[in-house]
């Protein structure tokens, strides 16, 4: 009687000590195959977009623009274009999930396996940030390719510090985005009026210092500029702010980011209801 009993019984769920790395892996892999898919759209798209102001930025202003530092212009925008290319392209990686997710009723997708929130935000967020470094790495390769480009390494950890930094912090910002947007409107409320803002005015085509005030002072309190600036110092040798202030910058901003995504899915918040 017992056997038939305990046969009887609807399978249990698997039980995972610990880090439940087998579905913390497919739900990364997911988000990286979703956007892969579409490379021509995810990947390709970005890089022709870089091009088009490489294009009107270098070569239109050629022979007008002085050095900078003593660098030549054509490579010390390269890396501020770079930059944003892996900023615009991670937050749209994880907010276009997230929101694309609620609105299908495809959050059960993720919220039913055992994932926990921590399994959760780390796929999200890495997916995002793969996006972001395959698009920047791209981008990079293409620039570098160009006749009237320059594109020097000098220093390859801020570059890696400063790319993985910035991605993974868009991909938290774009899983945040995509948690509170409720349609696609509120998504593109935030690009166009936050994230691209932020973005052209942290430095990415000029030095910050050459602003007048109290331009000049406040673009300092703009997180972008020091993901800029770091990233661009890894390029060119020389920063326009203070390096160690952006180290820990992004490092405080990330985990700031990291706790707060993390409570959200914790809670549920616009996900279970």
């Not at 091009?51 to 009107?56: G, N, P, T």
């Not at 952006?246 to 985990?255: E, F, M, S, T």
Request: hydrophobic share 55%; net charge positive; aromatic share 14%.
């Amino acid at each position: 009687m017992k056997d038939t009993a305990d046969r009887a019984l609807p399978p249990q769920p698997r039980d995972y000590a610990g880090f439940n790395w087998t579905g913390f892996a497919t739900l990364y892999l997911k988000e990286v195959r979703r956007f892969w898919k579409v490379a021509t759209q995810t990947v390709a798209a970005p890089v022709v977009t870089t091009l088009l102001y490489m294009m009107v930025f270098v070569v239109a202003v050629r022979g007008a623009a002085p050095p900078i530092h003593g660098t030549p212009f054509s490579a010390f925008v390269a890396p501020g274009l770079i930059m944003m290319a892996i900023l615009n392209n991670a937050f749209a990686n994880s907010s276009s999930s997230l929101l694309q997710a609620k609105m299908m009723g495809l959050t059960p997708d993720f919220l039913t396996p055992p994932l926990s929130a921590l399994e959760q935000v780390l796929a999200f967020a890495l997916g995002a940030a793969t996006r972001g470094m395959v698009v920047g790495l791209v981008t990079a390769i293409t620039i570098a390719l160009l006749p009237f480009t320059e594109l020097r390494v000098a220093h390859p950890w801020a570059i890696l510090y400063f790319g993985i930094g910035a991605s993974l912090l868009l991909g938290l910002v774009g899983i945040a985005t995509g948690l509170w947007s409720e349609k696609f409107d509120h998504l593109a409320a935030i690009t166009n009026f936050i994230i691209m803002p932020m973005t052209f005015l942290s430095g990415t085509f000029y030095l910050v210092d050459r602003l007048p005030e109290p331009f000049r002072t406040a673009s300092h309190y703009n997180p972008f500029f020091y993901l800029i600036d770091g990233f661009r110092y890894g390029f060119i040798g020389q920063a326009d702010g203070n390096l160690m202030v952006g180290v820990v910058v992004v490092a405080v901003l990330n985990l700031a980011m990291f706790a707060w995504c993390w409570r959200v899915f914790v809670t549920g918040w616009r996900l279970k209801t």
